[in-house]
């Protein structure tokens, strides 16, 4: 299964961490990675044993992360990879969207995987099975 969380509305990263912890605790391993430099859930980790957590480090690019969550997803069989900003990465030309929708169009049909970021280019739209968008409202 593929999902998008998108829009300009604030609640994403937070949608991924529910996520992430509904699949911990059916047991199923989780790989959260974070394309911000602080995805904000830390305190999450000591809790959740079924959730590994890659985040970017300032000596690494996205594009090393990128490489190494798809390495470590495939290798190490992880059941859901949330791929939290990785939208975002591509509008700011961080990421090639070829190489995304490439890793994305290919995914194990065994594996969940959750993108985010403020706006989905349409190359995207018809992999994904479930969309959510986010909208700011108006008070």
Known sequence: MLAFYY??????TGLCVGAAVRA??????VLLVS???????EK????????ARLSLPESAGVRELFDHAVRMAMTFR?????????????ENDKLSAAEV????????DSMEVICTGRTVQERFLPLADE?????KRQA
């Open 7 to 12: 829009g300009e509305a604030k609640g994403k």
């Open 131 to 135: 969309m959510v968008e986010l909208i």
């Open 35 to 41: 394309f911000e430099a602080d995805g904000g859930y």
């Open 24 to 29: 911990a605790l059916r047991e199923k391993n």
């Open 101 to 108: 929708h490439e890793f994305l169009s290919n995914a194990p």
């Open 78 to 90: 992880y059941t859901v990879l949330i791929l939290d900003g990785v939208f975002d990465a591509v």
């Open 44 to 51: 999450l980790f000591d809790y959740a044993p079924h959730i």
